[in-house]
T-cell receptor, first 117, second 113 residues
Framework: EAQVTQNPRYLITVTGKKLTVTCSQN?????MSWYRQDPGLGLRQIYYSMNVEVTDKGDVPEGYKVSRKEKRNFPLILESPSPNQTSLYFCASLSGTSGGSSYNEQFFGPGTRLTVL | GDSVTQMEGPVTLSEEAFLTINCTYT??????LFWYVQYPGEGLQLLLKATKADDKGSNKGFEATYRKETTSFHLEKGSVQVSDSAVYFC????????????FGTGTRLQVFP
């Protein structure tokens, strides 16, 4: 089954304790991205990657890092989490060739609910 | 910059009622427009899309028409079901960056029997 998986689905942590949220897709997509969802703000892009070893900032990258060592994986790293990073996080991957077609569909993972105390 | 504005929710309806969720956009050029749906506890799923003016996207009884003159992409369904209860997001992809989705704030729909 074609899918995007994220782990963990729920995480409660404390300020300053480094964490990683994993994301994996089995569709051989080149383009992957991370979004955060907050009430009244919708989804905002954190980082994206157009291919292996190619990453770039989205609209709200502060406090986050990403890496893309393999095509299928795109982990989100919070080196020193703070309470304002409490949010619902979604990983997504894009069908088709990145940057090319407006017919491309983004496939979303199930989400990771993060609480930073 | 590009942006999407959706009506605030929640929208509360009885089963078989008519649904409209308003969406307007601001964009340079002619973006592609999307509606995504988020069921409780799940990620977002593409519901329908339209890539040029006057296109009508449709799926599962939902429809939306790309209106360039009013910069709108309102979502409609003639007869909602309890199973349609979810959060609906209007989104566009930028003209310069066709991979990046710009979302509205989402509208929660609650359908009661």
């Amino acid at each position: 089954e074609a899918q995007v998986t994220q782990n963990p689905r729920y995480l409660i942590t404390v300020t300053g304790k480094k964490l990683t949220v994993t994301c994996s897709q089995n569709m051989n997509h080149e383009y992957m991205s991370w979004y955060r969802q907050d009430p009244g703000l919708g989804l905002r892009q954190i980082y994206y990657s157009m291919n292996v070893e190619v990453t770039d900032k989205g609209d709200v990258p502060e406090g986050y890092k990403v890496s893309r060592k393999e095509k299928r994986n795109f982990p989100l790293i919070l080196e020193s989490p703070s309470p304002n990073q409490t949010s619902l996080y979604f990983c997504a991957s894009l069908s088709g060739t990145s940057g090319g077609s407006s017919y491309n569909e983004q496939f979303f993972g199930p989400g990771t609910r993060l609480t930073v105390l | 910059g590009d942006s999407v504005t959706q009506m605030e929710g929640p929208v509360t309806l009885s089963e078989e009622a008519f649904l409209t969720i308003n969406c307007t956009y601001t964009a340079t050029g002619y973006p592609s427009l999307f509606w995504y749906v988020q069921y409780p506890g799940e990620g977002l799923q593409l519901l329908l899309k339209a890539t040029k003016a006057d296109d009508k996207g449709s799926n599962k009884g939902f429809e939306a028409t790309y209106r360039k003159e009013t910069t709108s992409f309102h979502l409609e369904k003639g007869s909602v079901q309890v199973s349609d209860s979810a959060v609906y997001f209007c989104a566009l992809t930028g003209v310069e960056n066709t991979d990046k989705l710009i979302f509205g704030t989402g509208t929660r729909l609650q359908v009661f029997p």
